[in-house]
C-alpha cells in the first residue's frame, strides 16, 4: 500500500514537473563547454566498400573510387570524427524553441550524409534521395517507432516524426537493399547537442549556469560521461579519448 | 429441429457406431496428427542441436516428482470418467455425478499444479524464450517445454469447460433421453483419454528424456 | 416439415442457419467474392510488371503514400500483394469454394441425407471461416501492412515480418480449425447417412472426391496448425524454434536465444501444402466427372480405376512434401526418394484424365456450358499436370525451380483447372440451387473469352520461367534475362486485365437469371443423380420422400429404357 | 566477352553441367508435346465425331480401350526411363561429385539482406577467421581483423571465377533464406542462415552475367543481385592482382 501511495506521488510529481517546464529564457543562456574528442591507439581495420558488383549506379556516383566506412575517421590531428556529444542530464525543465525545418538526410552515392546527426524531439527527419537508383530508409527505433519505407529513384522525400526522445544509443537507420549504408540519428528533448568534424571539436554554447552530465557517443566506441559546472557567462572545455577499452 | 438426422443415437449397422463417435474418432485422427507434428518437430529439433545442449528434464530444472504426480492425477481422471460413464450405464445418475464432478476437480488439481509449475520456472527466470545453455549454441529445450505443455493445458481447459457444461447443463438430457446423454458422456470421454494419453507421451519426453 | 424452419427469423434463417444448402450459398458467395478480391489484388501487382515505376491508373491515387510513391507501387506493397493474392486465392477462395460450397449444397443431396451429419459443426465451421476471412483483410490496415513473406511464410523472414504476419498466422489458425470442423461433418455424413442402397460403388464420383478430400484436409492441416503455433511462438513469445543462432538482421545480431531450424517450417509447411494442391484439384475433378458424364450421356469410363486412383492420390500425396524443397540443400538420397514418389504419383493423375478424355468415345456430346468448361479442364489440367514432370526432378528443377515456370505449371492446374471446374459446377448447379437456369449465351461468351485470357496469362509464364526469371520478383527488368522476356510480360498483364473483364458477363448472367420468372425444369439435364430427385429448390430436410437408390451413377443410354437416362432413384424403367 | 543473348526458351548455358539439364529439360519438353498432342488429337476427334445430333446415339457398353492401358504403362515407363537414366545420375553428379584436383577455385558467399558477398582467401589461400559475433555494417564477410589469414582476404560485391577451373562455393546467409541462382550456369541453391552449404559448378565459356536471388529475402528481393564475370585465367589473375593491390592494407 505504501508503495503504491509512493508510486502515485511519484506520478503526480513527474506530471506536475512536466506541466511545469518554463518557457526557455535565452539571457540566461551565456555558459558554454567546448572541447574535442582524442583519438589514441591504432586504427582499426576496415575494407573499402565494393558497391561495383552489387549496384554499378553507386559506383558511378563515386568514379569507380571505392568509398572508405564511415564507421571509424581520424581525422588528421589526431581526433576522432563523428562523435555525438550531448547534455545528457542538467538541462531539463525548459521548453526550447523548435527549430524551424525537418532534420534533413541525404542519400547521395549510396551513402548517407550525414553519418551521424542530431535533431529535436518533434522534429521531423527528412530523408532525401539524390540517387539514380532505389533506396529504402529502414530506422530502428527502440524507443520511436520502427519505419521501413521504399524510396525509388527521384523520389520525394520521405518524412518521419521522431515523437520520442532517443539519444543514447541513436536510432540506427540503414538502407536494406544497400547493407553498407548505415547512418545515426539522436533525438534529442533540447538543443544542447554536437557532432564532431573534422577537427574533432565540439561547442555547447547557450547554456544557462549549472552542473551538466556530458556525453559522448561513437558507433564502435560507445559512450563516456563527464560531469561539468559551470557559471554564469563562462566556458569550460573539455576532452574526452578514445577508445574507451583497447 | 423437424429435419430427423439418423445415427445420432443409434449406432450405424456398418460402421457400428454412432455419428457422433465417429466423428470424435476422426477429430481424435486429426489430434494425432497435430501432435505428431509437434512430436516430430522435437525430434527434429533435438537431433539438430548437440547431445550436450539438449537438457534432461532434471537438467532443465523440471520436477520430476512433481510430473509423476501429476501424470497420475490425470490417469485417475481417466478412471473416473469411465466410471462416470459405466454408472450412466447402470443408471445410476448420483454416482455419475460423483465420478464426473471427481473427473472435473481431477482435471484443475492437474492445472493448479502445472500453473506452480509455471511460476516456479518463471521465479527463476526461465521463459519459452530461453535458451538452455543460455550461453554458445543453445537448444530450444525451453521453448518445446512451455509450448508443448501449454497445448496440452489448453486442452486439458477445453475439457474441463465441456465437462462442465455436460454436468450442470447437458445433464438435463437425462430426463428426456437417457441413451443420447450416455453416448456423449462416452464421446467426452474418448476426448479425455486423448488429453491423458498425450499428457502420458509429454512426460517422458519432456522430464525424462 | 419444412413449415417450422420457414417461421424462423431472417437471422436464423440466413446467417445462424443450420441448413447445409444455405451454409453451402453462404460459403460460395463469400468464396467468390474473396476469390474476386485476390484476382484484384494480382491485377495492381501486373500493372507494376508491365509497367515497373510507372503509377497506377485510377487505384494508385487512392492509395497512401507507405504504399505507393507518386501512384507507383512500393516493393513492399508488391509483396503484400503477393503474399495475399496466394494465401486468399488458396486459402479462402477456392478450396471454401469447392469444399464449403459445392461439397456442403452437393454432397448431402447426392447422398440422400436430409442435411449433414452435424448440422451446427457446419454453421461452425462457416463462422470460424469468416472469422479468420476478417483477421486476413484487417491486417492490410495495420502500420505495417499484410503479411509480405510469401504464402508459403518461411522462417526466418516471416518471423522477422512486420504484424502483418501475426495477424496472418491468426487468420490462418482459424481457416484452418474451419477446414477441419468441415472435413470431420463430411466424412461421417458420407460414411453414414447414404440412401439405402447407395453402396460405395454407386457414389457419383463427386462424393468421391469430396470423401478423399475431406480425410485429406482432416490429417494435412494439422501440422500446418503446429507450425502457426510454433511460428506464433517465434514471434509473440521470443521463442526461436525457426531461428539458428546468430542471425544478424541490419547489421545487428538479433535477440533470440537460437538453436532452431529454418528447415523445419518448410517441412511443415510443404507436409500440409502438397496434400493441399489435392484439396484443391480433387473436388475440381469431381465436378468434371459428374457434368462430363452427364453431358456425353453414357457411364463414366473407368469409373472404378479413376476411384482407386483417387485413394491412391489422396495417399501418396503424403509423401511427396520434399520435391518443394530440392534446393535446400538435402542429401542425394532424400532427393531420389522423393524424385521416386513424384513420379509414382503422377501415375494416377494419368488414369484419372485419360478415362475423362476416353469417356467421350461413343457419346453423344452436348455442348452445354457447364460442358464446355469441363473439356477446356481437360487439356488445362493436362498442361498443369505435364508441366509438373519437370519441376518434380531434381536436375531440371535446377533451372526451373522458383522461376515463372512453377507459377504457370500450378496456376494451370488451380485456375484454368480448378475454376474452371468451378465454373463448371456453378453452370451445373445453378438451376437446382435458383430453378432457373443461366443464360446459354452470356455463359458462351464468359467460356470463350475466360479460355482464351486464360491461356493468355499462363502460358507466356513457361517461356519466362525457361528464360530463367524468378518469381516473386517486383521488377524483373532488372535482369537481363528477365528485360529479353518483357514483351512476354506485359501481354500476361493484359491478358489479365481482360480476363477479369470476361467475367462481366457472367456476374451478369449470374444475378440477372436469379431474377427470371421463367423457371427451370426439375431436372434440366436430364441427370441420373439423387440431387436431382428433390424439389428446386430442395427445401429444409431435402427429400419430400425417402429416397432409394437402386443403381449406379451414371446410367445413361442404357439399352432397351424408354429415356436416354435412368436416374439411380427410380426402380423400374420400364 | 561478348552480350549473351537471351531469348524465350533458355538461356544461353556456359556451365559444364549445363547441357546435361538442358537436354534433359529438351526431351521431356518433348515427350510432354507427343502425350499433349495425342491426348488432344484424340479429344478433338471424339468432339467432332461424337457431337450430338439428330439420329447419333451414345453408346452405353464401354469401349475395349486397351490402348489406355499402354497409354499408362508408357507414360511410366517413360518417366522411369528419365529418372533412371537421366534425373538421378545427373542430380548425384551434380550434388556429389566435387572436384578434387584440378585446383579449384574456392570461394565463400555471404548473402544477406538484400546483397550478395564474395569473400575469397586472397594470396595466401588461406581464409580469415570468419564469426557471427563479428558481423557489422563494415565488416559484412564476418572477418576477424586479428587473423593474419584474412588480412589479404578478398571480399566484394561482384562474383569473379576463372573459365575452365571448378569453383567450389561455400554458400551461407545471415539473416533470412536467399537463394543463389545463376540462370547461365543452371545453378540454384538455397542459402540457409545457421548452415554452410557447399556447390560446386565450373564455366566452359567467358561472359558477364548475373547472380540473383531466387527466395523471397524481403521488399529489397527484387535488388539482390550481382555482377556475374566469367573470365579467362590471365584476367582472373588480373584482377586477383588488382584486388590485392586495391586491398590498402596500411589504410587508417
Known amino acids: 500500500m505504501r508503495l503504491f501511495l509512493v508510486l502515485i506521488s511519484l506520478f503526480f510529481l513527474a506530471a506536475a514537473s512536466g506541466a511545469e517546464d518554463k518557457p526557455w529564457n535565452p539571457a540566461l543562456g551565456t555558459a558554454k563547454v567546448t572541447g574535442s574528442v582524442k583519438f589514441e591507439g591504432k586504427a582499426p581495420r576496415m575494407r573499402r566498400i565494393d558497391m561495383a558488383g552489387a549496384d554499378a549506379k553507386c559506383a558511378e556516383m563515386h568514379g569507380g573510387e571505392r568509398q572508405k566506412p564511415e564507421t571509424v575517421i581520424i581525422n588528421e590531428n589526431g581526433t576522432l570524427r563523428n562523435v555525438f556529444v550531448w547534455v545528457k542530464t542538467g538541462a531539463e525543465g525548459w521548453k526550447f524553441p523548435m527549430p524551424e525545418g525537418d532534420a534533413l538526410l541525404d542519400q547521395k552515392g549510396c551513402m548517407y550524409t550525414p553519418h551521424v546527426q542530431g535533431m529535436r524531439q518533434g522534429q521531423s527527419l527528412s530523408v532525401k534521395t539524390s540517387d539514380p537508383t532505389a533506396h529504402n530508409v529502414h530506422g530502428f527505433g527502440k524507443k520511436n517507432r520502427s519505419f521501413n519505407r521504399s524510396q525509388p529513384a527521384g523520389a520525394s522525400n520521405v518524412a518521419i516524426r521522431m515523437r520520442r526522445d532517443e539519444a543514447s544509443p541513436p536510432m540506427k537507420v540503414k538502407c536494406d537493399i544497400h547493407p553498407w549504408m548505415n547512418s545515426f540519428v539522436a533525438v534529442v528533448p533540447h538543443p544542447y547537442f554536437a557532432v564532431t568534424g573534422p577537427d574533432g571539436s565540439f561547442e555547447l554554447p547557450n547554456l544557462p549556469p549549472g552542473t551538466y552530465t556530458i556525453e559522448a557517443w561513437h558507433e564502435k566506441y560507445d559512450v563516456m560521461e563527464q560531469t561539468v559546472t559551470i557559471g554564469d557567462g563562462e566556458t569550460q572545455t573539455l576532452e574526452f579519448t578514445y577508445p574507451t577499452k583497447s | 429441429m423437424s429435419v430427423v438426422i439418423p445415427y445420432q443415437v443409434e449406432p450405424h449397422p456398418v460402421t457400428g457406431v454412432t455419428s457422433g463417435k465417429l466423428g470424435i474418432w476422426l477429430f481424435l485422427a486429426s489430434e494425432v496428427m497435430l501432435f505428431g507434428a509437434l512430436f516430430s518437430s522435437y525430434v527434429l529439433l533435438r537431433v539438430g542441436a548437440a547431445v550436450e545442449n539438449w537438457p534432461t528434464g532434471v537438467e532443465a530444472g523440471l520436477n520430476v516428482p512433481i510430473g509423476t504426480a501429476n501424470t497420475l492425477v490425470l490417469i485417475t481422471s481417466s478412471i473416473t470418467m469411465v466410471m462416470a460413464w459405466a454408472s450412466l450405464k447402470m443408471d445410476n445418475l448420483a454416482a455419475f455425478r460423483r465420478y464426473f464432478g471427481t473427473t472435473i476437480a481431477l482435471g484443475l488439481v492437474f492445472l493448479v499444479v502445472k500453473a506452480f509449475e509455471y511460476s516456479d520456472k518463471f521465479g527463476h527466470h526461465i521463459f519459452p524464450a530461453t535458451g538452455w545453455p543460455e550461453a554458445g549454441d543453445p537448444s530450444v529445450f525451453y521453448g518445446l517445454y512451455f509450448t508443448l505443455t501449454g497445448l496440452h493445458a489448453l486442452h486439458v481447459i477445453l475439457g474441463i469447460l465441456v465437462n462442465l457444461w455436460l454436468l450442470f447443463f447437458g445433464v438435463a438430457l437425462w430426463k428426456t433421453d437417457k441413451e443420447r446423454l450416455t453416448g456423449r458422456i462416452e464421446i467426452a470421454g474418448l476426448y479425455w483419454h486423448f488429453v491423458d494419453l498425450v499428457w502420458i507421451f509429454l512426460f517422458p519426453t519432456l522430464y525424462l528424456l | 416439415m419444412s413449415d417450422e424452419h420457414s417461421d424462423l427469423g431472417f437471422l436464423r434463417k440466413y446467417v445462424f442457419s443450420t441448413d447445409h444448402k444455405t451454409i453451402g450459398i453462404q460459403y460460395g458467395i463469400t468464396a467468390l467474392v474473396f476469390l474476386f478480391f485476390g484476382f484484384s489484388l494480382m491485377m495492381m501487382m501486373r500493372w507494376q510488371l508491365a509497367y515497373p515505376g510507372s503509377a497506377i491508373p485510377i487505384i494508385g491515387g487512392l492509395l497512401p503514400d ?35 460450397a459445392f461439397g456442403n449444397y452437393v454432397v448431402p443431396l447426392q447422398i440422400g441425407a436430409p442435411d449433414m451429419a452435424f448440422p451446427r459443426l457446419n454453421m461452425m465451421s462457416y463462422q470460424a471461416f469468416v472469422i479468420g476471412g476478417i483477421v486476413m483483410l484487417a491486417s492490410f490496415f495495420l502500420p505495417g501492412g499484410a503479411a509480405s513473406s510469401g504464402w508459403t511464410s518461411y522462417a526466418p523472414l516471416a518471423v522477422t515480418a512486420t504484424t502483418g504476419q501475426t495477424f496472418w498466422l491468426i487468420g490462418m489458425i482459424f481457416l484452418i480449425a474451419s477446414s477441419l470442423l468441415g ?162 504419383i503422377s501415375i494416377p493423375s494419368v488414369i484419372i484424365l485419360t478415362c475423362l478424355v476416353i469417356s467421350l468415345w461413343g457419346a453423344s456430346i452436348r455442348f452445354s456450358v457447364a460442358m464446355l468448361f469441363a473439356l477446356a479442364f481437360l487439356p488445362m489440367f493436362g498442361i498443369g499436370g505435364l508441366t509438373g514432370l519437370p519441376l518434380g526432378l ?36 445453378y438451376p437446382k440451387a435458383t430453378g432457373r437456369t443461366l443464360n446459354v449465351t452470356l455463359g458462351k461468351v464468359h467460356f470463350w473469352l475466360s479460355f482464351i485470357f486464360m491461356n493468355g496469362v499462363f502460358m507466356p509464364m513457361m517461356f519466362e520461367g525457361m528464360a530463367g526469371v524468378s518469381r516473386r520478383l517486383f521488377d524483373p527488368t532488372i535482369y537481363d534475362h528477365g528485360a529479353a522476356v518483357h514483351g512476354l510480360t506485359v501481354m500476361t498483364s493484359w491478358s489479365a486485365w481482360c480476363l477479369a473483364a470476361a467475367q462481366i458477363p457472367f456476374i451478369i448472367n449470374f444475378f440477372w437469371s436469379m431474377r427470371k420468372t421463367e423457371r427451370a425444369e426439375e431436372n434440366p439435364w436430364q441427370a441420373t443423380t439423387l440431387e436431382w430427385a428433390t424439389p428446386t429448390p430442395p427445401p429444409h430436410g431435402n427429400f419430400t420422400e425417402t429416397p432409394v437408390v437402386y443403381r449406379g451413377p451414371y446410367e445413361y443410354s442404357v439399352p432397351g429404357a424408354d429415356r436416354d437416362f435412368s436416374p439411380q432413384y427410380v426402380k423400374q424403367e420400364a | 566477352m561478348n552480350e549473351p543473348e537471351y531469348g524465350w526458351w533458355l538461356p544461353p548455358n556456359v556451365s559444364v553441367q549445363g547441357d546435361d539439364i538442358d537436354t534433359m529439360i529438351n526431351v521431356i519438353h518433348w515427350f510432354m508435346l507427343a502425350l499433349f498432342v495425342g491426348w488432344g488429337a484424340f479429344m478433338v476427334f471424339c468432339l467432332v465425331r461424337f457431337r450430338e445430333r439428330p439420329g447419333h446415339v451414345a453408346v452405353y457398353k464401354p469401349i475395349k480401350a486397351g490402348f489406355s492401358k499402354w497409354l499408362e504403362v508408357g507414360v511410366a515407363v517413360a518417366e522411369a526411363v528419365i529418372l533412371a537414366f537421366f534425373a538421378m545420375p545427373v542430380w548425384a553428379k551434380i550434388k556429389n561429385d566435387f572436384p578434387t584436383q584440378d585446383n579449384p577455385v574456392v570461394i565463400r558467399v555471404v548473402a544477406e539482406q538484400f546483397k550478395w558477398l564474395f569473400h575469397y582467401p586472397g594470396q595466401d589461400g588461406k581464409f580469415g577467421r570468419t564469426g557471427v559475433e563479428f558481423y557489422a555494417d563494415d565488416n559484412p564477410a564476418g572477418l576477424d581483423f586479428d587473423d593474419e589469414d584474412g588480412f589479404d582476404d578478398i571480399t566484394v560485391r561482384g562474383l569473379h571465377f576463372p573459365v575452365g577451373r571448378p569453383v567450389i562455393a561455400r554458400l551461407t546467409a545471415k539473416d533470412v533464406i536467399h537463394s543463389f541462382k545463376m540462370p547461365v550456369m543452371r545453378i540454384t541453391q538455397d542459402l540457409i542462415p545457421g548452415m554452410e552449404i557447399p556447390i560446386w559448378f565450373e564455366a566452359k565459356s567467358t561472359g558477364k552475367f548475373q547472380v540473383g536471388c531466387a527466395q523471397l529475402c524481403g521488399l529489397g528481393h527484387y535488388e539482390m543481385k550481382a555482377d556475374l564475370i566469367i573470365e579467362s585465367p590471365e584476367d582472373y589473375q588480373r584482377w586477383l592482382d588488382e584486388e590485392h593491390a586495391a586491398l590498402g592494407l596500411d589504410d587508417y
Open chain 3, 66 to 100: 507507405t504504399l505507393v510513391d507518386r501512384g507507383a507501387m512500393l516493393p513492399d506493397f508488391y509483396n503484400q500483394l503477393g503474399a495475399m493474392h496466394g494465401t486468399i486465392m488458396v486459402f479462402m477462395g477456392i478450396v471454401p469454394l469447392a469444399v464449403g
Open chain 3, 183 to 344: 472435413a470431420l461433418n463430411f466424412i461421417v455424413t458420407i460414411l453414414h447417412i447414404r440412401a439405402e442402397g447407395l453402396t460405395f460403388f454407386r457414389l457419383p464420383f463427386f462424393v468421391w472426391s469430396q470423401l478423399v478430400t475431406a480425410f485429406l484436409l482432416l490429417l494435412a492441416f494439422p501440422p500446418l496448425q503446429a507450425a502457426a503455433i510454433f511460428q506464433l511462438m517465434d514471434r509473440l513469445a521470443g521463442t526461436s524454434f525457426f531461428l539458428p543462432s546468430g542471425l544478424v538482421v541490419g547489421g545487428e545480431q538479433i535477440v533470440a536465444a537460437g538453436g532452431g531450424s529454418p528447415l523445419l517450417w518448410q517441412h511443415l509447411f510443404w507436409f500440409l501444402a502438397h496434400p493441399e494442391v489435392y484439396v484443391l484439384i480433387l473436388p475440381g475433378m469431381g465436378i468434371i466427372a459428374e457434368v462430363i458424364a452427364n453431358n456425353t450421356r453414357k457411364p463414366l469410363w473407368g469409373y472404378r480405376p479413376m476411384v482407386y486412383s483417387l485413394l491412391v492420390l489422396g495417399f501418396l500425396s503424403f509423401g511427396v512434401w520434399a520435391h518443394h524443397m530440392y534446393m535446400t540443400g538435402m542429401g542425394t538420397t532424400m532427393s531420389t526418394f522423393f524424385q521416386i514418389t513424384t513420379m509414382i
Open chain 3, 394 to 429: 531434381a536436375a531440371p528443377d535446377a533451372h526451373l525451380h522458383d522461376t515463372y515456370y512453377v507459377i504457370g505449371h500450378f496456376h494451370y492446374v488451380v485456375a484454368p483447372g480448378t475454376i474452371f471446374a468451378m465454373f463448371a459446377g456453378i453452370y451445373y448447379w
